[in-house]
């Protein structure tokens, strides 16, 4: 299930001390993450099924035992743009780095404050296509460590 869409939503991230490091409040001394094409936050509720013998017909019920959420992202990038480089980085040390996330809705009229998620997790899935003019198209999943941080618009 897809929380909300990426276009438009700005995402900054910093390198994590260890994995249970606090969740960012803010995007103060994170990296933003630029011209990012998808980021969809994508959760995932694992069950069981257990049958109900108060039913008359017995019936299952699927209980929830596990969750978990990555974000897949997309993002064309000049090679030497920190977001990039951090990034990397990160997927090239993913046995031992673990990344701080932030990211904020876009601005509607309606709201006084924007709608948040932060979080911890570790990239994955890394690919680039380097073009002409040194510009790369890059993929990589961010995978969540725990539970996401959300804080509502107000």
Do not use: C
Request: net charge negative; no cysteine; hydrophobic share 35%.
């Amino acid at each position: 299930m897809a929380f909300m869409s990426a276009i438009g939503y700005q995402l900054w991230m910093g390198l994590a001390t260890t994995a249970d490091d606090t969740h960012p409040t803010s995007n103060s001394g994170l990296t933003e993450i630029l011209n990012l094409t998808n980021a969809a936050i994508e959760g995932s509720t694992e069950t069981t099924t257990v049958s109900d013998y108060g039913t008359a017909q017995g019936y299952q019920k699927a209980v929830a035992t596990a969750q978990s959420y990555s974000i897949p992202m997309t993002m064309n990038l000049d090679t030497v743009d920190a977001g990039y480089l951090l990034l990397k980085s990160a997927a090239g040390n993913a046995i031992s780095q673990y990344v701080k996330w932030y990211r904020e809705s876009p601005d509607p009229a309606s709201v006084t404050t924007v709608e948040k998620y932060s979080g911890t997790g570790l990239i994955s899935d890394f690919s680039e296509s380097i073009e002409a003019g040194s510009v790369a198209t890059v993929s990589f999943t961010l995978q969540g460590y725990g539970s996401p941080t959300y804080t509502a618009a107000t």
